[in-house]
């Protein structure tokens, strides 16, 4: 079955960076296009960005453009959010999801930007 599990969420200050991870098993990997959301205190959930099959090319929502990096490694069945100058308003928990026929979701992992 489709298993999502992110990690390396964490407290962090403003200003740090952080890269969270999407460990992915049950489909074939390098055939999906992969998304990063996040869900943040009283808010709705939110796509952050979108990566292609070969990780080609990205697209992020609009707050994050400049800081935040998605990538891919298909022969780890993994991929990556790189988050630099991070803000209190990226606190939230993020999650990764693949759409196969129909939405899969990780658990998603806590990420809290606070001085």
């Known amino acids: 079955q489709v298993q999502l599990v992110e990690s390396g969420g964490g407290l962090v200050q403003p200003g740090d960076s952080l890269r969270l991870s999407c460990a992915a098993s049950g489909f074939t990997f390098r055939d999906y296009a992969m998304h990063w959301y996040r869900q943040g205190p009283g808010k709705k959930r939110e796509l952050v960005g979108v990566?292609?099959?070969?990780?080609?090319?990205?697209i992020y929502l609009d707050p994050v453009k400049g800081r935040f990096t998605i990538s891919r490694d298909n022969g780890k069945n993994t991929v990556y959010l790189q988050m630099t100058n991070l803000k209190p308003d990226d606190t939230a928990v993020y999650l990764c999801n693949v759409l196969i026929a129909r939405n899969y979701w990780g658990q998603g992992t806590q990420v809290t930007v606070s001085s």
């Open positions: 990566i292609t099959t070969t990780g080609s090319s990205t």
